[in-house]
């Protein structure tokens, strides 16, 4: 580096240094802790210093999303929902996760009034209505590659498109023709806007298939990422992979995450596992292997503490991520935000299963944080190994 300019990349780490300290002590959420209401806070809102020494440049494209992972709202959700009503699962934290400029979520069954049905042995039929839980968390989109969307046939996953397309719903993972699955949807979000793609995708064999499962050696989602790529601003990737209840991401997952963002995935959304796993940036890139359930009816314990994902991007700068701890009482069937020593408990675990990943977030208010900067993908050069392939 010459010296001319060390002084100027000196401020410019201060800056971004800066920058995330206000946001830890500002962003949505943060129990009021510490920092500005959200809805006072100028640079959620105009993505610049609130200094008027600061000269006038043009404003940064930005914007916020909520990540979760799966939201099924059949068997004891159902009856939940019966007896408490729609507003009752997400009242604790639909504040948060209509907060953002986009919300994401894995539905995990059909919306549907036809075919199967048997919750017992896992074959889910959420009753339509039930897409008022979506509406109320304020989600703008979800994805059907799963190894529930088609739990009641062909019918459950029209009806449950139908169901989707009336509420202004989108969604990733299925189409009504079934060729189609692997189609991207785009969503434009923020001003100026970004427009962002998704794909979403299946990596295991499931009995009831999928509308669009990756191949063996991933060739069909990495020509769907290489084709959407160039459409869209960011890109991310929904997959459906992993072994059930287990706190690590499989080799197979690590190498498929890895060959992706090589595609050109920015971000990696995974669920499945049904449990946390950790988190990884990988050539400047952020990969959630598994982000546990969201609203789901199974035993207490770490299958029902997970996490609400706050992420923010600002051009240039990168991603600001928070992991806001929840947990699922199966007297309510809905996320709550935990007491402090529970809190504490599910924010150790995503820091002790993301350390592996070479991951180390920032536990602080509650919150663990984590800061991707968009120069970070220059640091690491990728170079793919055999296995990888
Ligand atoms: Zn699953």
């Known amino acids: ?82 007896a408490n009503g729609m507003r009752s699962i997400l009242a604790r934290v639909a504040d948060l996760t209509s907060s953002a400029d986009v919300s994401f979520a894995n539905l995990e069954c059909p919306l549907s009034t036809e075919g199967p049905h048997d919750p017992a042995n896992c074959c889910f039929r959420a009753r339509p209505e039930t897409v008022q839980v979506l509406l109320h968390g304020g989600f703008d989109i979800v994805s059907l590659a799963n190894n529930h969307s088609l739990n009641a046939g062909r019918a459950g996953v029209l009806q449950t498109l139908q169901t989707l397309d009336r509420n202004r719903i989108a969604y990733c993972g299925a189409r ?34 999928s509308y669009n499962k990756v191949a063996a050696d991933r060739s069909n989602l990495v020509a769907q990422i290489r084709s959407t790529r160039p459409q869209c601003d960011l890109l991310f990737v929904s997959l459906h992979w992993g072994d059930e209840y287990q706190n690590m991401p499989n080799q197979r997952q690590r190498n498929t995450a890895h060959i992706l963002v090589d595609a050109g995935a920015d971000v990696i959304l995974g669920h499945h596992p049904h449990t946390l796993q950790g988190a990884e940036v990988y050539r400047g890139k952020l990969i959630l292997y598994s982000m546990g359930n969201f609203v789901f009816d199974q035993r207490e314990g770490e299958r029902m503490e997970s996490a609400i994902f706050y992420l923010k991007w600002i051009e240039g700068w990168g991603w600001q991520v928070f992991a806001k701890p929840i ?3 199966r007297s309510r069937m809905g996320p709550i935000y935990p007491s402090a020593s529970r809190r504490d408990k599910i924010l150790a675990r995503l820091q002790r299963i993301s350390e592996p990943l070479g991951t180390r977030w920032l536990i602080q208010g509650g919150k663990a944080w984590l800061e991707v900067p968009a120069s970070a993908g220059a640091k690491t050069a990728h170079v793919p190994t055999a296995a990888a392939y």
């Open 176 to 209: 009504y023709d079934r060729d189609k699955g692997g189609e991207p949807t785009f969503l434009t979000v923020g001003d100026p806007p970004v427009r962002l793609g998704f794909l979403a995708a299946t990596d295991l064999s499931f009995e009831h298939g």
């Open 1 to 82: 580096m010459s010296r001319r300019y060390r002084p100027l990349i000196l401020a410019a780490v201060l800056l971004v240094g800066l920058c995330m300290a206000l946001w830890v002590s500002s962003a949505p959420g943060n129990d009021g802790q510490a920092g500005l209401d959200r809805a006072d806070d100028p640079r959620l809102h105009q993505g610049s210093a609130p200094t008027s020494t600061v000269i006038a440049s043009p404003r940064p494209r930005q914007f916020t999303m909520v990540a979760v992972g799966d939201v099924m709202t059949d068997r004891n959700v159902g009856k939940a929902i019966r």
């Open 327 to 329: 947990w699922i009482p």
